[in-house]
């Protein structure tokens, strides 16, 4: 899976791209 963050450190893990 791919691992993006956003704003402070807001992790959100993003599934299919």
């Given at each position: 899976?791919?691992?993006?963050?956003?704003?402070q450190?807001?992790?959100?893990t993003?599934?299919?791209?």
């Amino acid at each position: 899976n791919n691992e993006a963050y956003f704003g402070q450190g807001t992790k959100l893990t993003v599934l299919g791209e």
